[in-house]
């Protein structure tokens, strides 16, 4: 049977890996400053994750929701102490698209409203509610377009304040650092207005972190780079480090009820026991202050490269901006350097979202590369 061809593939076959490096089926090394969209947050194949997986899946893989699971409560509780975010709930999912989901309808149920506001560039998943939040027409089908939804640019103040002042939103939702949208940031100002606008007007601050979290930011969660305090934030991809695992945080305000969230996936203890291994290697490992310190480096580094025009987001969330668009510079990255980096919606952002183990080797290696991909590409514009 084929596969349904909704992906345009690199010719790489990765078959292991190892912390910041991947291998494939010939033995190639290859870096890797991408982790599969974010994923790679303590490494591939990191000893203490492979150890609690294998662990887990030898004593029990799966349960369902219907019965005690003491492993969600000590994932619940390690991401409290490490995230700082006393003051919420956890439920447990299976990607960043239910998170968003989740959270979209947690702010209906409790507001009663059903219309959203977000934000141009935005993305938030392919459910159907994330996706309709999500400014691309293209990944938007009819029936998804039946979604109350209100985008605004970003850094728009007063049109949210407009918006919000109607009366029927219920959420607005927001990436503090745009992930595929290509690593725009909005304001100080601009985001804690909105805070303050969704209080003002009974609206609910939606945090989607499923990029940004998990201390790919330089800190837990990007909104703790402002002060602000979201009713919900969504969380997913660095979470598992390739397990399929996502969670949204709820504040108490919002009550729970039976049924009015669930799924049969969701925190399953081989999850757990993932997600712990993640949390624990973070704290253990101090990965986030890594990330600070690699990141200080890689925009020093940068800065000394002509070519680049902007750099972009925030710890190891980063962006370099060309003035060209960079698919055929990643693809010379790929396969004469072997080093994997993303692309973007905005296709002349290069995309680097390495594993929060990131060495100042890794990056040399990267710039040093770099260097000798551009050359060619300057002689040809
Ligand atoms: C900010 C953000 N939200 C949501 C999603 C959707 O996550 P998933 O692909 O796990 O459904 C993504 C995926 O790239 C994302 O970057």
Redo the contacts with the bound molecule.
């Keep these: 049977m084929p596969l349904f061809d909704v992906y345009p593939l690199y010719d790489v076959t990765p078959v292991s890996g190892k912390d910041v490096h991947v291998y494939d089926d010939k033995g190639t090394e290859y870096l890797d400053l991408y982790g599969g969209?974010?994923v790679i947050s303590i490494g591939h194949a990191h000893k203490n994750y492979v150890d609690a997986v294998s662990q887990q899946v030898a004593r029990l893989g799966f349960y369902s929701n219907a019965v005690q699971n003491p492993l969600q409560h000590a994932l619940a509780d390690k991401l409290e102490t490490l995230s700082g975010c006393t003051a919420y709930e956890l439920f447990l999912c299976?990607?960043?698209?239910?998170?968003?989901e989740n959270a979209l309808k947690l702010a209906s149920f409790k507001t009663g409203r059903s219309r959203v506001v977000a934000f141009r560039n935005?993305?938030?998943?392919?459910?159907s509610a994330?996706v309709a939040v999500?400014d691309n027409k293209n990944i938007i089908a009819p029936i998804n377009a039946q979604q109350e939804v209100t985008i605004l640019d970003l850094n728009d103040v007063e049109g949210t304040k407009a918006e919000l002042e109607k009366g029927d939103v219920c959420a607005v939702i927001v990436?503090f650092i745009?992930?595929?949208g290509g690593l725009d940031q909005g304001s100080t100002a601009f985001f804690e207005e909105v805070d303050a606008l969704c209080k003002a007007n009974g609206t609910l601050f939606i945090a989607?972190?499923?990029?940004?979290g998990y201390g790919r930011s330089g800190k837990f969660f990007a909104f703790q780079h402002y002060n602000v305090t979201p009713d919900i934030i969504?969380i997913?991809?660095g979470m598992g480090n390739g397990f399929?695992i996502?969670g949204v945080l709820i504040h108490p305000d919002i009550e729970a009820k039976y049924g009015m969230l669930g799924t049969t996936f969701g925190g399953n203890h081989l999850a757990c026991a993932a997600g712990l291994a993640v949390l624990e290697t973070i704290e253990e490992e101090n990965l986030i202050a890594n990330a600070n310190a690699m990141s200080a480096y890689f925009m020093e580094v940068a800065k000394s490269i002509p070519e680049v025009k902007k750099i972009k987001g925030k710890g190891l969330m980063l962006g370099l901006e060309f003035d060209f668009e960079v698919g055929d510079l990643r693809k010379t990255l790929i396969y004469k350097h072997h080093i994997f980096t993303g692309g973007a919606s905005n296709k002349k952002v290069l995309r680097i979202l390495p594993p929060l183990t990131l060495t100042k080797a890794h990056i040399d290696q990267f710039f040093e590369a770099l260097k000798l991909a551009l050359a060619p590409v300057n002689t040809t514009v």
């Design positions: 969209h974010a299976s990607s960043g698209a239910e998170a968003n935005g993305f938030h998943g392919r459910t994330a999500t990436e745009q992930g595929v989607d972190e499923v990029q940004s969504s997913a991809k399929p996502g």
